[in-house]
Structures are given as C-alpha cells and as structure tokens.
C-alpha cells in the first residue's frame, strides 16, 4: 500500500506535466479528499491537479515518515513547489490515505506552510 501512496506522489505531484491517465491508475472513481477542511470530489481533484501544473515550474517531495496498516497509509511529508513567478514554497503534508482495490479512495490531509509566501499558502486545496 504504501508503493501506491508514494508512487503517486512521485508520479503525479512531482510529475511537471498533467497526466489524467496517471490519475485513474492511481485513484478510484469514487475519490473524496479533504484538504485543510475543503472536500474535493475526483473531478474537482483533477481542476486541483490542473491548477497546480499551471501554476507551478517544479515540485519536489521528500518522505519524511510512512506508516500503513488496515487499508491505511499515513505519511508526513514536505513539498517544495517553485511557482512559475519563481517564488518557492515549502510545506509540511500530514496525510491519511484509504485505498480499496488497489487504488486510493479517500484522502484526509492538513498542510503547513513551512516557507513562502501567502500566495502559496493554499497550494494543497486550490483549483
């Protein structure tokens, strides 16, 4: 489970490029995440995805814990983001993810803004 958790992560969020077949191999249909108590369903997910691709130039994550058990994995981990603008923003994810069948069905996650501005303090939940 928790190949799944970070692979995703690798493979979407570090990825420059939007990749909606990525996303369907990674999360089910019927995805809900909750991001700092904004609640996106799977379409809304893939606007978020959307919107950070264009806004950012790079991210990159470092896993700084990784736990799973019972369907369950929970990570702490840190995204770099360098926007477009140039500016960089650093934040601490606290992060619980359901997967069922192979894929991730719902995520629960608390972001801190570690470093940057306040452009960048909603870059877990914007779309």
């Known amino acids: 489970m928790e190949k799944i958790v970070i692979g995703m992560l690798k493979d979407i969020i570090e990825n420059p490029h939007y990749d909606e077949k990525l996303i369907h191999q990674y999360f089910a249909n019927e995805y809900k995440q909750t991001v700092d108590h904004i609640t996106l369903d799977l379409d809304q997910f893939k606007k978020h995805i959307q919107k950070l691709k264009g806004l950012s130039q790079s991210a990159q994550i470092d896993i700084l ?57 909603h870059l877990g939940s914007v779309f």
């Open 65 to 121: 814990n990784c736990v799973s058990g019972n369907e369950t994995v929970f990570t702490k981990h840190k995204v770099c983001s360098t926007l477009k603008d140039g500016s960089i923003h650093t934040h601490k994810v606290l992060a619980e993810f359901k997967i069922s069948n192979g894929k991730i069905i719902n995520c629960e996650e608390l972001t801190f803004l570690m470093e940057g501005s306040d452009t960048g303090k």
